[in-house]
């Protein structure tokens, strides 16, 4: 009954209404009660007034009061309840019931009622006379019957009034009262119990749709309310019902569609946001963190509202809602070219219902396309400097300008020089494309790093001291496992290494190779002490014809790290550079060890051949 509130309200309804009713009817009761009460009692009283003013004179003695009447108009106060006046036209008040001594007040406002009741009465010369006073100050009523006394001639000689009080009338009107609101509060608690049991079989089905209503709201659309019961109460627990099963359904649709949404959206490898009109987000996935560079710790601290707002990309969203048109723009940030493209989302009325981003991280592509201007422009260069030198030699050739043997041999041979650097470069074009096309494969095998090594300082120990350069070497003297790789191209890999030491590395300079091991792999180290590279440029060090010399003074075609670089990558390898300008650079190679390969290779053969055995169990 506590959380009933139908029941309640019906309960307090009906005491509401007992009550207006009781009290209604005594009022209206009141107010009719005393005019009839009032009739009532002066037809009781008018005969008694009559037999009075027969009776109350001698007929052989007139003016002369009989002893019945004057004992009964004494006693009138006591067998009666009421006071009896007799009131002569000449004498005025002849006989009267005895008022109380102690309201002098009251009998003296009596008798004037009394004697203007008798002029009245005599005035009008009617049968008799009903009126009603009130007395000031003594907070009672009083009912006034006038009735003539008649000589023998049928003349009025007096009048025969009684005084009659209406407490007596009060009385009865509230007695009636008492038993009306009496009854009206057996009928309450008589009537509560069924109405209680009738509020409470209504409530019932109505708080179990109550229950359903909350758990939908909630999104629990399991509850289902009762039906059992008849009339518009059952259809609409049964519509309730229905409705919780569409919602059920409807809701496993969107969250399903929902979930798949979100799966593309995380799948997708650029950045997605998407925003109401007004500008809050809906959707996005994690890739807008990483598109602009974002750490991940950092990224799980922030709210996609406070990087759009500190970015300023909601600007963008703005405008195109604004708009009502795609926005395009590349934005840069942290040395990355993020392609942003802003497309707002239209109703079929053409109104703005948000808008969807699309953030590209265009950095590599842009990189990409640099670098191949950049190929093209070094290619172009770096082919013309051979063909203009052979032209500036054939020109004076051909003309037979040069007619000397001795300058002609030397014209002969610088246009070999030129030729043969022009097919250097073509080659190294052919081998680094090859290299990057996997067109080429390598045998890898176990092999004795120190031995190759020890062979390739041998053979360049010459050709360094020529350059007027030191060679030293460290760790050959150890014993260092062996690697799993291919001889010949790690021996590649280290003569474009030293060949770059010596290009680079001034006079009386020195060039150091270290053999050495780390848990995982050994390693070779190509020390110089030449002019170094600036670290702006070491991250571009292995690109295809990049020199640190920009004017493309230095020799060499810039093909030879780039190949270094490629073979390392296609075998598996790890090249690491690190320089310091005016001090000097080191290459290191980290190879792997035979051991630790072939052990990898058993483990999965062991593997194969398990489910290999299994799959021919099976079959």
């Not at 108009?73 to 102690?102: A, K, M, R």
């Not at 009465?121 to 009672?140: K, M, N, P, V, Y």
């Not at 009034?161 to 009636?176: F, K």
């Not at 309310?225 to 099963?245: F, K, V």
Request: glycine share 6%; charged share 25%.
């Amino acid at each position: 009954m506590k959380n009933r509130f139908l029941a309640r309200r019906i309960f307090v309804l009906l005491i509401a209404a007992i009550l207006l009713w009781t009290i209604l009817t005594a009022l209206f009761y009141s107010y009719v009660a005393n005019p009839v009460f009032t009739r009532i009692k002066a037809r009781e009283l008018l005969p008694r007034a009559f037999f009075i003013a027969d009776s109350v004179y001698e007929r052989e003695c007139p003016g002369q009061a009989s002893d019945f009447c004057v004992d009964l108009i004494h006693n009138s106060g006591t067998l009666f309840g009421n006071l009896i006046y007799i009131v002569d036209n000449e004498n005025g008040i002849c006989h009267h019931s005895p008022l109380p001594d102690d309201r002098p007040e009251l009998a003296k406002q009596l008798s004037h009622i009394v004697l203007s009741e008798h002029q009245e009465l005599l005035r009008q010369g009617a049968e008799h006379r009903l009126g009603e006073h009130r007395i000031t100050g003594s907070g009672d009523r009083f009912l006034v019957i006038s009735v003539p006394i008649l000589d023998s001639e049928n003349r009025q000689m007096g009048s025969t009034i009684i005084v009659q009080p209406s407490q007596e009338m009060n009385a009865g009107i509230q007695s009636l009262n008492f038993a009306l609101l009496t009854s009206s509060l057996i009928v309450l608690v008589i009537m509560a119990i069924p109405v209680v049991i009738a509020a409470l079989r209504i409530a019932r089905p109505l708080e179990s749709m109550r229950k359903v209503a909350l758990s939908m709201s909630e999104g629990d659309f399991s509850q289902r309310a009762d039906e059992e019961q008849e009339g518009e109460i059952g259809d609409l627990a049964r519509t309730i019902n229905r409705m919780a099963e569409d919602l059920s359904e409807s809701f496993r649709r969107l969250s399903a569609q929902a979930s798949s949404l979100k799966q593309i959206i995380d799948g997708i490898g650029e950045g997605i946001v998407a925003v109401d009109r007004h500008g809050n987000i809906t959707q996005y996935n994690d890739n807008i963190f990483g598109v602009f560079g974002i750490d991940r710790t950092y990224a799980t601290k922030m709210t996609p509202e406070s990087f759009l707002e500190t970015s300023r990309i909601n600007t963008f969203f703005r405008q195109a809602m604004d708009s009502k048109e795609t926005v395009t723009c590349v934005i840069s940030k942290d040395h990355r070219h993020i392609q942003v493209v802003i497309t707002p989302l239209l109703t079929e009325q053409q109104t703005i219902n948000g808008a969807v981003g699309l953030f590209r991280d265009i950095t590599q592509a842009e990189r990409l396309e640099q670098t191949r201007r950049d190929y093209v422009a070094n290619v172009s260069h770096e082919m013309r400097t051979p063909l203009t030198a052979m032209r500036g030699l054939l020109e004076p050739l051909t003309e037979g300008m040069v007619t000397s043997p001795e300058d002609q041999h030397r014209y002969h041979e610088i246009l070999l020089r030129e030729t043969m650097r022009l097919s250097r470069l073509i080659n190294d074009m052919l081998e680094l494309s090859r290299i990057q096309a996997g067109a080429t494969t390598y045998r890898q095998e176990r092999v004795d790093l120190t031995r190759i090594v020890m062979d390739v300082a041998d053979n360049y120990r010459t050709s360094i001291l020529d350059h007027n350069l030191n060679l030293k070497t460290i760790g050959l003297e150890g014993e260092c496992p062996d690697v799993w790789g291919n001889a010949d191209r790690i021996e590649q890999i280290l003569i474009i290494l030293i060949d770059n030491a010596m290009k680079f590395t001034p006079s009386e300079g020195v060039i150091t190779l270290t053999i050495g091991q780390t848990p995982e792999k050994a390693f070779i180290s190509i020390s110089d002490t030449g002019i170094g590279i600036d670290a702006e440029d070491v991250e571009h060090i292995f690109d295809r014809f990049y020199k640190e010399d920009k004017a493309h003074k230095e020799p060499g075609t810039g093909l030879g790290l780039s190949i270094a670089k490629e073979i390392a990558d296609q075998m598996g390898y790890e090249m690491t550079v690190e320089s310091e300008r005016h001090v000097g650079s080191t290459f290191t190679l980290y190879i792997p060890y035979a051991d630790d390969v072939m052990q990898s290779l058993s483990q999965l053969k062991d593997v194969y051949d398990s489910e290999s055995d299994s799959d021919d169990t099976s079959i």
